[in-house]
């Protein structure tokens, strides 16, 4: 079965600073794609950035990239230069590539809360 | 901004009782999921919805059950709430394209079950 394992129920980091949060999956499913979202206190689920299974590169959108380890089945989510908008939960994400209409469904972990301190 | 709305924002029920959720998706998006979010948890996959029919559910009873229109916006029901139904409800819309597609969320429904 799909799961995704975020380890740190919690981050500080100081603003203008770079942060790592840890995801891990696991599937059996040779097509996967992973995401990160950002959910601030308002509820509103983000979208950040995606990576696909055969991705040759780690995807990169502004100040954030991921850091994909296709054999250690991590997909770890980097924020260079943190702001002190960025303090939220991060949700870590997995979905299988299907086609034909296929369900697309998302399993996420349990989040890391983020805090950016001035 | 996403371009996904969803109505009400807040709701306070009682056990036993009804609830219609609703959820507006971006223009043209054929595909709308929704999530239960308890407190503190991740989002949990209740269905989604591929051209008006059910294409997939979650680990969710039968009274849970939906709607998608043709003009893309959905609905989300549950029949004879429960306490443990109290979370956040989130809908998502997007293109399915070959397989390929980024799920686009609303700002979510507050359901308090009292």
């Known amino acids: 079965a799909q799961k995704i394992t975020q380890t740190q129920p919690g981050m500080f980091v100081q603003e203008k600073e770079a942060v790592t949060l840890d995801c891990t999956y696991d599937?059996?499913?040779?097509?996967?794609?992973l995401f990160w979202y950002k959910q601030p206190s308002s509820g509103e689920m983000i979208f950040l950035i995606y990576?696909?299974?055969?991705?040759?590169q780690n995807a990169t959108e502004g100040r954030y990239s991921l850091n994909f380890q296709k054999a250690r089945k991590s997909a770890n989510l980097v924020i260079s230069a943190s702001q002190l908008g960025d303090s939220a939960m991060y949700f870590c994400a997995m979905r299988e590539e299907n086609y034909g209409g296929a369900t697309n469904k998302l399993i996420f972990g349990t989040g890391t809360l983020l805090a950016v301190q001035p | 901004e996403t371009g996904v709305t969803q109505s009400p924002t807040h709701l306070i029920k009682t056990r036993g009782q009804q609830v219609t959720l609703r959820c507006s998706s971006q223009?043209?998006?054929?595909?709308v999921s929704w999530y239960q979010q308890a407190l503190g948890q991740g989002p949990q996959f209740i269905f989604q919805y591929y051209r008006e029919e059910e294409n997939g559910r979650g680990n969710f009873p039968p009274r849970f059950s939906g709607l998608q229109f043709p003009n893309y916006s959905s609905e989300l029901n549950v029949n004879a709430l429960e306490l443990d139904d109290s979370a956040l409800y989130l809908c998502?819309?997007?293109?399915?394209?070959?397989?390929?597609?980024?799920?686009?969320f609303g700002p979510g429904t507050r359901l308090l079950v009292l």
């Open positions: 990576q696909g299974s055969y991705d040759q």
């Open positions: 599937t059996s499913d040779p097509s996967y794609g």
């Open positions: 998502a819309s997007s293109l399915v394209l070959a397989g390929q597609e980024t799920q686009y």
């Open positions: 223009s043209g998006h054929n595909t």
